[in-house]
């Protein structure tokens, strides 16, 4: 018996078109995985805008042949776009203006999307205009706190800037469906290098800056792969992260406070002590340097466990380095405390 040909999914005509931007640089091992599951979404009519990053891994011919194996498949298409090497920033922003449809989300190549992930954001954001839709996301490997598989947690609506700035919890751009026209209006994402993977928090901030109010959903939405190679994993990253924190406070000309310090404060406090605690490992100079400045900045931290813990771990590589002064330490301390 001859099979019959596959049935294609029929198109629905009263939707709008939705596009999927995808930076890609070196992500040979996971970029099909996540095209895939934007293919595998009920929602049509669709388009999969690729953003080669200049890969050098061969990412660009899987990209290619996706395009060529998925082309005008049942309302859902996959469009590549080779660029030089511009950071993750301008390949988003490539990727946008080159996207077509009324609705968009920005998925990372290492990430990807639950099953009704699209068709639940987009119920939502025709639901409420004026604003921006995310959802909760789930671990795809091992989690900070060890767990495989976990739900993130339940989002609390941001009606401010300030609240937006302390609070929003959005790990990843795939978490997130806007209309196409409010994020080209607020200039799309930082291109400069130094915000260093920040530039999606930054984006996040010109949208409610420019009037975009950020929506929670409770669906989980997408699964963030943790894994060694990650930007957000490094002290580059974390450096940047700090820097673009602590901007976003102010703006203007003079600047204008715009998060109050005790907002401000305790969350910047831990973001520096955070880095410092990564620098002990490379530059222990530069750590005790960003240290010293959150402590005197930032008035929360000088009573934060956060302070005495980081200079715990620089007493414990410090006595590491030297021999026999562990040992050495160890016995004075018992000769102070002994009994007379």
């Known amino acids: 018996m001859v099979p019959s040909p596959p049935r294609k999914r029929p198109v629905p005509t009263d939707r709008p078109l939705l596009s999927v931007v995808m930076p890609v640089y070196d992500g040979a091992r996971f970029v099909e995985e996540a095209v895939r599951s934007v293919l595998a979404q009920a929602w049509r009519p669709l388009e999969v805008v690729a953003v080669d990053d200049g890969s050098k891994d061969g990412s660009l011919a899987i990209l290619e042949g996706l395009a060529r194996a998925h082309a005008g498949e049942g309302g859902a298409v996959v469009r590549v776009r080779a660029e030089r090497n511009g950071g993750v920033g301008r390949a988003r922003n490539v990727g946008l203006a080159d996207a077509r449809g009324e609705y968009v989300t920005f998925l990372d190549h290492d990430d990807v999307l639950t099953p009704g992930s699209l068709e639940a954001r987009a119920a939502a954001l025709a639901a409420f205009p004026g604003r921006f839709v995310y959802g909760r996301l789930a671990w795809l490997g091992t989690s900070p706190d060890g767990s495989t598989v976990s739900p993130g947690p339940d989002h609390r609506p941001a009606t401010t800037y300030a609240e937006a700035w302390d609070r929003l919890g959005i790990t990843t751009p795939g978490q997130v469906l806007?209309?196409?026209?409010?994020?080209?209006?607020?200039?799309?994402?930082?291109?400069e290098r130094a915000v260093g993977g920040s530039d999606d928090r930054a984006f996040w901030l010109r949208l409610v800056r420019a009037g975009v109010r950020p929506h929670p959903i409770h669906d989980v939405v997408l699964r963030y792969r943790v894994h060694p190679g990650q930007a957000s994993r490094t002290v580059a990253y974390k450096r940047a992260r700090l820097a673009l924190r602590e901007a976003a406070v102010f703006a203007g000309d003079p600047p204008v406070r715009l998060v109050p310090e005790d907002v401000a404060g305790p969350v910047l406090a831990r973001l520096a002590m955070d880095l410092a605690h990564d620098l002990l490992d490379t530059d222990p100079a530069d750590a005790v340097r960003v240290a010293e400045e959150a402590r005197a900045k930032w008035?929360?931290?000088?009573?934060?466990?956060?302070?005495?813990?980081?200079?715990?771990?620089?007493?414990?590589?410090?006595?590491?380095r030297v021999p026999l002064l562990g040992p050495l330490l160890r016995g004075a301390r018992r000769w102070l405390v002994r009994d007379p």
């Not at 956060?306 to 006595?319: M, Q, T």
């Open 299 to 320: 008035p929360p931290l000088r009573d934060d466990p956060l302070w005495a813990g980081f200079h715990a771990k620089r007493r414990r590589k410090l006595v590491g």
């Open 178 to 191: 806007l209309r196409r026209a409010d994020a080209v209006a607020c200039g799309g994402f930082p291109e």
